[in-house]
């Protein structure tokens, strides 16, 4: 591998700008590369590999100016960065225990060389096993964990106000405080009686408790990306007249979508940014 017909490892790494996902960059470069040849890069040379962390999210680019490489980009961008180029030069990332080099002996950046890319998905999950690895999560570009982001360092991810980010009606009002209380917030059954497994979506006070609670979560957590008023996990719908009433006019997502389109326009109110997610 050649860089302006020099060797890589002829070339030494410099900081130009950047935080701690800029020094994670440097350290994922300099490992990979010294694993794939069995050799360190020099210590001090004129030839550079420059890492720039600027501007915001994921976008790739490097480029060769100068004879020199420079790596750029905001937070994660930057780290993609380094992954993407480590790919070029042979890396596979399989599984957290399984990575594999199949070196590319014949590639060689000439001078005025870019590669440039933008994902084109802004939310990118994988929910299986390997993701809980957050190493191989992120040379995977995985940008959303189950319940977390990725660390700082690692430079974070899109984050979801609230415990859960799926199927959190049974949160947003709880059965245990409000079954009792307020019978009517909860699906009837077709049978005529409640059942705390799916609230009723056409009662005002389930709505007003909903939104009470999703306003906390948010306060809580103000810089999220994302915020979800889901179903809970089961079939159930409630058969009162309304919530009928919605679903054959509006097909069988009726009552739940004119329920989060309200919910969406009072929370847009205090946090216009947060998206919401059914």
């Given at each position: 591998?050649?860089?302006n017909?020099?060797?890589?490892?002829?070339?030494?790494?410099?900081?130009?700008?950047?935080?701690?996902?800029?020094?994670?960059?440097?350290?994922?470069?300099?490992?990979?590369?010294?694993?794939?040849?069995d050799?360190?890069?020099?210590?001090d040379?004129?030839y550079?590999?420059?890492f720039?962390?600027?501007g915001a999210?994921?976008?790739?680019?490097?480029?060769v100016?100068n004879?020199?490489?420079?790596?750029?980009?905001g937070?994660?961008g930057?780290?993609?960065?380094?992954l993407?180029f480590?790919?070029q030069?042979?890396w596979?990332f399989f599984?957290p225990?399984?990575?594999t080099?199949f070196e590319n002996?014949t590639?060689?950046?000439p001078?005025?060389?870019?590669y440039e890319?933008t994902?084109?998905?802004?939310?990118r999950?994988n929910i299986?096993?390997?993701t809980?690895?957050e190493s191989?999560s992120?040379?995977q570009?995985?940008?959303?964990?189950?319940k977390?982001s990725?660390p700082?360092?690692?430079g974070?991810?899109?984050t979801?106000?609230?415990?859960e980010?799926a199927h959190?009606?049974?949160l947003?009002?709880?059965?245990?405080?409000?079954?009792?209380?307020?019978?009517?917030?909860f699906?009837l059954?077709?049978?005529?009686e409640?059942?705390?497994?799916?609230?009723?979506?056409?009662?005002?006070?389930t709505?007003?408790?909903m939104?009470?609670?999703?306003l906390?979560?948010?306060?809580?957590k103000?810089?999220?990306?994302?915020?979800?008023?889901?179903?809970?996990d089961n079939?159930l719908e409630?058969?009162c007249e309304?919530?009928?009433?919605?679903?054959?006019?509006?097909?069988?997502?009726g009552?739940?979508?004119?329920?989060?389109n309200?919910?969406?326009?009072?929370?847009k109110?205090?946090?216009?940014?947060?998206?919401?997610?059914?």
């Amino acid at each position: 591998m050649k860089i302006n017909g020099i060797d890589l490892l002829e070339f030494s790494v410099e900081k130009l700008s950047g935080g701690e996902c800029c020094d994670y960059a440097i350290s994922l470069l300099k490992e990979y590369i010294e694993k794939a040849y069995d050799s360190t890069l020099k210590e001090d040379s004129e030839y550079k590999i420059f890492f720039a962390e600027e501007g915001a999210g994921e976008s790739v680019k490097y480029s060769v100016e100068n004879g020199s490489l420079y790596f750029y980009g905001g937070n994660r961008g930057i780290i993609y960065s380094v992954l993407e180029f480590l790919e070029q030069l042979g890396w596979r990332f399989f599984t957290p225990t399984l990575e594999t080099f199949f070196e590319n002996e014949t590639l060689e950046l000439p001078n005025g060389y870019s590669y440039e890319y933008t994902p084109k998905y802004w939310y990118r999950q994988n929910i299986y096993n390997c993701t809980k690895t957050e190493s191989w999560s992120l040379r995977q570009k995985i940008n959303v964990e189950w319940k977390k982001s990725l660390p700082s360092y690692m430079g974070g991810g899109i984050t979801y106000a609230g415990p859960e980010p799926a199927h959190t009606f049974s949160l947003l009002m709880p059965s245990k405080i409000y079954f009792e209380k307020h019978p009517e917030c909860f699906a009837l059954r077709p049978d005529g009686e409640r059942s705390d497994r799916q609230p009723c979506l056409s009662e005002e006070k389930t709505f007003e408790i909903m939104l009470g609670t999703a306003l906390e979560w948010l306060k809580e957590k103000p810089k999220a990306d994302i915020i979800s008023l889901s179903q809970n996990d089961n079939w159930l719908e409630c058969h009162c007249e309304k919530c009928v009433r919605a679903r054959k006019e509006d097909g069988s997502s009726g009552a739940l979508l004119r329920f989060i389109n309200r919910m969406a326009k009072e929370i847009k109110k205090e946090y216009p940014s947060i998206l919401i997610e059914t």
